[in-house]
């Protein structure tokens, strides 16, 4: 290798790192300036707007994270969100998957209309449906109950295509294999597929987890008392009355994103394995 | 002969299983998405005070006569596809080169994923909120003015003109949502081969090459899911527009999810908002079966 | 519920409704924004005082998170559905016509006495009462005022002196308040921060300006908008405020706090304004009476807030009016009002240690308007049609000047006119006999 040929290998990447540095703090502003918000007095919030000075904390305290801490019981707030969201979760990848798994390799009568009542029903918007959705909560008796937040949510038209695209893609010949060595149809499924398809399914996990943290409308709806709120209604009580004190606001948010930033980096483990790493190919 | 009983034996345990598998996500989505959409379509002919239930009237087809003479209905059909067809290309363009960019395995490159991924981790409310300042058409108190005003340039009203107002939207729609679909395109990129990149190194083609031969075929099917998917939360735009613009101004950011909330509750005319996501419901499913069959055809 | 096609519902449900045994202990449910410690506080306090003195009538209050007003009326429509709503519920003042007009709330005069009623500031009782009447009973009010800052103006040379000076029969007329905001108007500055809030607040802080010019928003009776929000004065205020914005001499994208980060040389201020421009202003601020018309000289100031209202599904109606009379005595008002820094109802709170701090200043002034000059928002049932509509037509109005440099009264004629053509529509559709 010649000198100018190394030169431009680490050129290229430094090149390579200053882009993705840039791109990245563009990305990443808007956390940056609501941890500096979090720190500033309510005042000096939306002073300076017109320089990058607002993306420092000047006269930095911790006082409106020991409001958000005195006023609300974070470790409860926590406990019901993480409780929700990890029940809606963990019957999300079970069903969605298993649907997804029949309709990719499976055929049966009936697939082709399946296959399009969740592509139809993907794009219906809650917004729409949220008033008759509360009706048969209250008459089935769920109003003010986990399973009001739970059951409606479990089956994703979303997730289902998703898991479906994926599973297309995994080899007829595996489990063709499989089901010579003696697996049943199910028994393939949970025992060789599953296994070597995490990175859909840290994909799913992190896209569901995302969506439900922000949850705020439907938990609002069918949820009543501070016994049973969640983040979202947590950090919503500080817009409270006028005047709406943004310095609270931002702290809660601070506190609410943490454990969705370690649950990303944490994810990323098995997604980086992934398939890659799995010994099967395309 | 014992074989062939072997393998319908097979089809038929694959078939008992198919069923089983896909019996509970079905159930389910009847149970909380199919009947309430029925709901919305058997209210949609009521005369219906959201606050009085109980002097519901039926009237036919009346809401919907309403509606396709309303101008408002037009403009919000209108938005909703203006923001479609801009925002798609472009955020999936923006979040392929996400994707690619954080695919290989370098120091710190869960590093740069969290950050390409972070404006998800902030809920949309305070994304609208912040933009709105940042936004802000007076160079003394909005970023971006002050930028374009010591570059030299006129400021821009960006929200408070009509001109401008949907543009804005799409482009801080376009920053924000393009981690999540970043996401999904990494999950795809994760399933080509190394060993396909490696041959057509050796065989001399460049980047560029590698990533119009290799890449994209390779993506096909995420790229298509993923058209699909921003497509589908695309025609569903409501909270920016509820907290950025109020619909406004002159109309120019109204969308149909945003007219059928204000009208069903805002306004407490549900009947009638209703009968608007009858339509709207229509209107997008004939979309997206339309657009399974384009790309179904292009397989 | 009849009316809903149940068959759907009912394969799934096996669970039937126990019924309450009928005994003599009433239990009552509240709903409230939730708000800041001192209120929550409050709420715990004055429940578990109730709750010990009266064992046969027990009290829970639930604090709800709402994200905006509109979000907790949401909760409350789809409550209501269903039967669903707590015994006793908060509600913004110019909803209480919405909701008695629709039977979700019961009146309240059986709990109120003649003289109780009379302690209270008129515009309190005036809000909450619909077709004769009274459906609320708050503790608090609201009003606005113009706020100055002192050490700018002066820079500016405009007579600061005056402007302290003034009382409630001698406020500033609104050409007074341009002048000052064309003064005040520089490459820095802006002269003026009006409410702009593409909601609510727009109706709420303007209002005052029409009744002023001599036409209302809606008629006395809440049945019309035609010829009033769309009549000659009203366009004519409108052009008024809309030529602030095309000069320049007010933002049409005001940011919070523009006033208190001294971007901004006057405000058309709230009083919940005052106590944080007292905690962290960094400059000398003072604060008049809201300017008055220039022919009529009549002088109105806003108001209205939250009051406390008993819904259709309480099955105990006379629990829940003793509760409230009792919560809406002098001593919870004036602690209630002190705890939220906002002015209170009774006009007997004034006197208790409580509120001391409403004998002189800005909040002297704030009670002296609402004493004198305030007037509630229309009482109609379409009122939230009305006061969405109003507030998208500003916006439009707003925008048309800001880009256009200069006012077109046709525009604002034309915009007014279906401001008005929406009211009716949704009046006529819903309520009209």
Known sequence: MTKSMKFSAKFGKFMFYFGNIVIGIIFVSPLIWMVSASLKPEAKIFANMDSLMTFLPTQASLANYAEVFSRLNMPLVFKNTLLYIGLILVLDLLVNSMCGYALAKFEFKGKGAILNLVIALMVLPMEAIMLPLYIEMSQLGWVNTMAALVIPFVAK?????????????????????????????????????????????????????????????WPFLVMTGEDKRTIQLAVQSFFGTQPVHYSAIMAALVVSAIPMIIMFIFMQKYYVEGIASSGIKG | MANTKKLSGRKRDERITAYAFVAPAVILLIAFLVVPMIYTVYFSGFKYQIMRPDAMKFIGLENYQK?????????????????????????????????????????????????????????????????????????NTGLINSILTSLGMDPIKFLSDADTAMNSIIFMSAWQGAGYQMMIFLAGLQGIPKDQYEAASVDGANKFKQFLY??????????????????????????????????????STKTLVYYIYTQGFQKGNFGYACSIAAVFFVIVVTMSMAMKKVTAATD | MERLPQTFLKISTGVTTVPVMADEKAELTIWSPSDKEAIETWWEEKIAEW???????????????????????????TAQTSND??????????????????????????????????????????????????????????????????????????????????????????SEFAEIAEKCTTDEYVGAHIIMDHGEGLPYALEPMYLSAGKDYISEDGKEADGYVNSEEAVKTTSFLADLIAKGYANIEPIQDEFLNGACATMIGGSWDASLLEES?????????????????????????????????????????????????TDN????????????????????????DYKEGPRALFKEQLENTAVPRPRTPSYATFSSAYAEAMTNIFSDASSNEEVDEDYIQSELDTVAETFTEDYETYYAE
């Open chain 2, 67 to 139: 509606l396709f003479s309303d101008k408002n209905f037009w403009i919000a059909l209108k938005n909703t596809v203006y923001f479609t067809v801009l925002v798609v290309p472009f955020q999936c363009a923006l979040a392929l080169g996400l994707a690619l960019l954080v695919s290989k395995k370098f120091r710190g490159v869960s590093i740069f994923r969290t950050m390409y991924f972070s404006p998800q981790l902030t809920s949309m409310v305070v994304i609208s909120v912040l933009w709105t300042v940042l936004y802000n058409a007076n160079p």
């Open chain 2, 214 to 251: 290799i890449t994209i075929p390779g993506l096909k099917g995420t790229i298509k899911y993923v058209i699909m998917i921003t497509m589908i939360q695309a025609m569903k735009l409501f909270t920016q527009p509820y907290i950025m613009t109020q619909g406004g101004p002159k109309n």
């Open chain 3, 51 to 77: 709750n010990e003195a009266n064992p046969d009538i027990q009290v829970k209050r639930e604090a709800i998170d709402r994200s905006d007003s509109y979000a907790y009326d949401n909760k409350i429509a």
């Open chain 1, 157 to 217: 038209c979303f997730s289902i295509y998703m898991f479906r695209q994926f599973f297309c893609d995994i080899p007829d010949d595996l489990i063709e294999a499989a089901a010579i060595d003696g697996s049943s149809p199910a028994g393939t499924f949970f025992k060789i597929v599953m296994p070597i398809s995490k990175t859909v399914y840290a994909t799913v996990f992190i896209l569901d987890f995302v969506a439900h943290w922000n949850d705020f409308m």
């Open chain 3, 281 to 329: 202003a960094e400059f000398d601020w003072g604060v008049t009476y809201y300017p008055v018309n220039d022919d009529t000289k009549e002088a109105v100031s806003p108001c209205g807030d939250w009051s406390a209202a008993v819904s259709k599904d309480c099955e105990n109606v006379d629990a829940a009016g003793q509760f409230l009379s009792w919560l809406m005595n």
């Open chain 3, 85 to 174: 709503l707590p015994d006793i519920f908060f509600v913004d003042g110019p909803q209480v016509s919405y909701y008695a007009a629709n039977g979700i709330t019961v009146p309240l005069d059986d709990y109120f006495t003649e003289e109780d009623k009379a302690d209270f500031v008129d515009s309190a009782i005036t809000q909450n009462t619909y077709d004769g009447k009274l459906y609320a009973i708050g503790a608090t009010e609201s009003s606005v005022a113009f706020y100055y800052n002192k050490d700018y103006l002066k820079e500016c040379g405009v007579d600061v002196e005056d402007l302290d000076s003034r009382t409630v029969e001698n406020p500033i007329t609104w």
């Open chain 3, 333 to 356: 008002v004036a602690s209630y009002a002190a705890a939220i820094a906002k002015p209170a109802t009774r006009v007997s709170a004034y006197d208790t240690e409580a509120m001391a």
